[in-house]
């Protein structure tokens, strides 16, 4: 939404020198994400603002003013519209003096009535609407808001805190369901399961404007849908405006993230004729899982749980597994279990999923009998197994619930066969020698297609860019990662709590780096275990794809998000050409040094200071291709 054109000398940084709307910028005092943003993009400037904790203090002010003298701004220590546009900041609500075009901003409406059959959780978001829950200018606080914020783990206690995921995390628990207990908006992606555009369902945009740094969901919104149309997303939620709105949020400048509905479509109201679009999850009522006592499930889990505070945590897995196994056949709480294990510890979901049917194997009893007779449970587990990274262990688990499948005396129904990650993809798009010979010309001249080539053998080690399940060949960074998750006063939040995640930089690989990344199957479940704790720092920790970039190198490759970046890696081969072509291109030294056949500096510009052979190998497999 930004308007990146050059500002004029001495314009003043409210629209029309109106202080009407004096609320509604950026100013000493002011705090939340938009400063955390702020505070990144004016330390991109090489300005010292001190710590990024999203607390506008006299550094962020001197700061700013030093980049308005250097714009020719209006030297007051206020971000406006013009200093915003400036520095390539965005708001979340477009103030409204914002010379942004109108086409880019959320357009708020009145709703229609609430259509019968709705989703509970969107009736009781109507209701708020309804009840003009709205901030407070001022030192106060909406009570209202911070009730809302009081369902997330953080429990905020103002309303200047920004609580769009707090609101859907408020009307989710309402209508009976587990939220994510997570006052980001980005929290939302791992929730219950993806579905195409339906009215309530939770829809997670993202503006790329708004974010250029690693800020964990900076530039994120979640609400409910209302109604997909070919320029907006229309949508009802909380932070909108301040307030509690119905906003059309146009396709200009929202991308989307996802779609999510609750695990089997529940909290659907008996008149509508909704329903999931996966057929393999599970679909007990609401009502039947309270039944359950998941109380009782969180009494069994918690003594396996060791917390550090900070919502981090270790869990025993197998101490957790085995106590599940001596349940035998309580199906009811072993399934609330595996239901509580996907919602709040997702990242060991699977494994203590493995640890358990490994007891099941080992020691057949009224467990395996309990398997084979209850679908529900059955499909619970390969829910679990089949969500994101997939590792061979999972694979294998899942084969062994679907052969039981058969064997159920209670239910003849074969679980339907689930496609592979490959299979849901489509074939893997390769690299041809015309791919190259582009890549090579785009570059410019002076530059062959053997010196490509030589990059991607010496990168892939001379295979191609994929491998386990499909997926592109990665290596985890614990030291990147760490210096990723650096927080204010020199804090290292993982050092102790992950030290196999987390650890300084050594000249060669060290015994972390070697066993995160012996293999692709230990670096995915590295890279997934790392992103449970922050998303877009773990996979900017990840060298990518045939060239092996580096995650935090995604802007320079020319993708705004980390996110757009992955996705392109995951697609095919020329995504991963095109990436290193961007990289390349965003360093004219490198450039240069590869046209003059300088070994020793691509090595060091491609690779870092501690290259090692690196510039032998480039060179000899250059002239493998024929380069002279």
């Not at 054109?5 to 314009?11: A, C, G, I, K, V």
């Not at 002010?61 to 013009?82: E, M, N, T, Y």
């Not at 009535?113 to 606080?141: C, D, F, K, M, Y």
């Amino acid at each position: 939404m930004a308007i990146n054109s050059r500002q004029s000398p001495l314009q003043h940084d409210s629209a029309n020198g109106s202080t009407s709307h004096q609320a509604e910028l950026i100013r000493q005092g002011s705090r939340g994400e938009q400063v955390m943003t702020l505070q990144q993009r004016l330390q991109d400037s090489r300005l010292d603002v001190g710590p990024i904790d999203g607390i506008f203090g006299p550094k962020t002010l001197a700061a700013v003013k030093a980049f308005q003298r250097a714009k020719g701004l209006l030297v007051d220590g206020v971000v406006g519209p013009k200093t915003a546009n400036a520095i390539g900041l965005a708001f979340l609500e477009a103030p409204r003096e914002t010379a942004s075009p109108k086409s880019l901003a959320p357009e708020h409406e009145t709703p229609a009535p609430v259509a019968p059959g709705e989703p509970q959780w969107l009736s009781i978001a109507h209701n708020e609407l309804n009840q003009g829950i709205t901030e407070i200018q001022g030192r106060r606080s909406n009570a209202r808001i911070v009730e809302y914020h009081a369902s997330t783990s953080g429990k905020a206690k103002s309303d200047e805190i920004p609580w769009c995921s707090s609101f859907v995390n408020w009307c989710v628990t309402q209508a009976g369901l587990k939220g994510t207990n997570n006052a980001g908006a980005a929290s939302w992606l791992s929730w219950g399961i993806p579905v195409a555009a339906r009215r309530g369902a939770i829809a997670v945009l993202f503006n790329p404007d708004a974010v250029k740094s690693r800020i964990s969901q900076t530039g994120n919104h979640v609400g409910f849908l209302l109604q997909e149309t070919a320029t907006h997303y229309k949508l009802l939620g909380g932070n909108q405006g301040d307030a509690v709105k119905v906003s059309n949020m146009p396709k200009k400048a929202w991308r989307l993230k996802g779609y999510r509905w609750p695990d089997g479509g529940l909290g659907v109201s008996s008149t509508s004729k909704q329903s999931s679009t996966r057929s393999d999850t599970p679909t007990q009522s609401m009502s039947a899982v309270t039944a359950w006592n998941m109380s009782a499930a969180q009494s069994l889990v918690r003594p396996f749980v060791t917390s550090f505070g900070l919502g981090l945590y270790s869990m025993d897995e197998k101490g957790l597994a085995k106590a599940l196994f001596s349940r035998g056949k309580d199906v009811h709480l072993v399934t609330a279990v595996f239901k509580l294990l996907d919602e709040k510890y997702s990242s060991d979901a699977d494994d203590v999923a493995v640890l358990y049917l490994d007891f099941v194997k080992s020691r057949p009893g009224a467990a395996l009998g309990m398997l084979k007779n209850e679908a529900s449970l059955r499909n619970r587990l390969i829910h679990i197994l089949s969500t994101d990274i997939v590792s061979s262990e999972d694979t294998q688990a899942v084969r062994y619930l679907r052969g039981l499948a058969n064997q159920g005396s209670a239910s003849k129904a074969v679980v339907p066969s689930q496609p592979t990650r490959a299979q849901k993809q489509g074939p893997i798009a390769r690299l041809t020698q015309a791919d190259f010979e582009k890549a090579a010309k785009s570059l410019g001249s002076g530059v062959s297609v053997a010196i490509v080539r030589a990059y991607a053998e010496v990168e892939s080690s001379g295979r191609s860019g994929f491998g386990l399940n499909g997926l592109p060949l990665i290596a985890f960074e614990g030291h990147k990662f760490r210096s990723l998750t650096k927080r204010k006063g020199g804090i290292y939040p993982y050092d102790k709590s992950h030290p196999h995640l987390s650890y300084e930089y050594k000249n060669k690989a060290g015994k972390e780096w070697q066993v995160n990344n012996k293999d692709q199957e230990a670096a995915w479940k590295t890279l997934k275990e790392a992103m449970a704790l922050d998303h877009d720092a773990a996979l900017q920790s990840c060298s990518w794809g045939m060239f092996q970039v580096m995650g935090f190198n995604y802007a320079d490759c020319g993708y705004a998000t980390i996110n757009d970046f992955v996705a392109a890696m995951k697609a095919g081969e020329p995504g991963q050409l095109s990436a290193f072509v961007g990289f390349c291109k965003s360093k004219p030294d490198l450039i240069k040094a590869i046209k003059a056949r300088n070994f020793t500096q691509m090595a060091r510009l491609y690779n870092g200071e501690d290259y090692g052979r690196y510039d032998v190998e480039i060179a000899n497999a250059y002239k493998r291709y024929g380069g002279n």
